[in-house]
């Protein structure tokens, strides 16, 4: 079959079937050329392999429940509460957070190390929860991965179809949302802080965290992120607009806690 036939099948095939979806996110209509299954089988088939290529698990498990708490709180207020969602902290050096499909969500020591309160990880843990939630990997393998890998990837058992979600998943390590996902990354990631009753302006503490250091090329934050200096700049418009809402100085910042069960922890 021709490539452009192809592509006029899985059309049709999206408005008979599962192929457009609505965001659960904006609400919107969108064309989904992978199905929620398929997000699924990537994140769970996936995880393991950014496990190994950063740096494996942080073995110790007091950091590892209190991560995963902290998103558990994030998750429960989020737009798929009751999707499964998995935090794990990855021995890392590099100042890093990312989210597979499906629910896995990760951070690096070097991300944890650079923090200083649970609010401030609560921010990361909700930004990577919102592109999960607003099914960017998914919007984005459909346009950016091509229609063939796509196709291989979430069709039928074949021989190679090992292969091709390994293709997949090294695609997904350097993916890159556009500008309008990372915005809408930030505005729900504000909105499921303050949810979870976490002080939104942790998240300007990050940025300038961000901003500050600059040794490493952190595959999330800083590579396919834009310039700090520019989302720091949304980000207080959003929390401005947010502040008339709500009395944000009742959140919850706990930097006690994150110095217990991060900091202390990561103390060779
Ligand atoms: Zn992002």
């Keep these: 079959m021709l490539k452009t036939q192809l592509t006029a099948f899985i059309l049709l095939g999206c408005v008979l079937s599962s192929g457009c979806a609505i965001n659960p996110v904006t609400g919107e209509k969108q064309l989904m050329l ?20 950063l740096g494996g698990r942080i073995e110790n498990w007091q950091l590892q429940n ?35 499909p499906g629910g896995y969500v990760f951070i690096t020591r070097g991300m944890l190390e650079k923090l200083t309160s649970e609010a401030q990880l609560a921010g990361v843990l909700a930004h990577e929860t919102a592109h999960v939630t607003a099914r960017h990997a998914a919007a984005a393998v459909s346009s950016q991965m091509g229609i063939d890998l796509v196709l291989s990837a979430a069709g039928r058992k074949t021989s190679g179809g090992a292969m091709d979600i390994a293709r997949l998943g090294s695609g997904l390590i350097g993916l890159h ?42 595959i999330e934050f800083f590579s396919s992120h834009p310039d700090p200096a520019n989302r720091k700049t949304s980000i207080t418009s959003i929390l401005e607009h947010m502040s008339t809402n709500v009395y944000l100085p009742n959140l919850n910042t706990g930097e006690a806690e994150y110095d217990k069960f991060v900091l202390a922890n990561l103390v060779d």
């Design 177 to 218: 949302y556009s500008r309008e996902q990372e915005m809408q990354a930030d505005t729900y990631g504000l909105d499921y802080m303050v949810k979870a009753g976490y002080s939104p302006y942790a998240m300007i503490e990050t940025i300038e965290m961000l901003q500050r250091q600059n040794e490493m090329r952190p």
């Design 66 to 100: 209190y991560i995963n708490s902290v998103g558990q709180r994030i998750a429960a207020v989020s737009h798929l509460p009751d999707l499964e969602f998995h935090y794990t902290a990855l021995n890392h050096e590099s100042v890093n957070a990312m989210a597979l």
């Design 34 to 53: 992978v199905s929620e299954d398929w997000e699924l089988q990537v994140g769970r088939q996936y995880s393991p392999e950014v496990e190994k290529q």
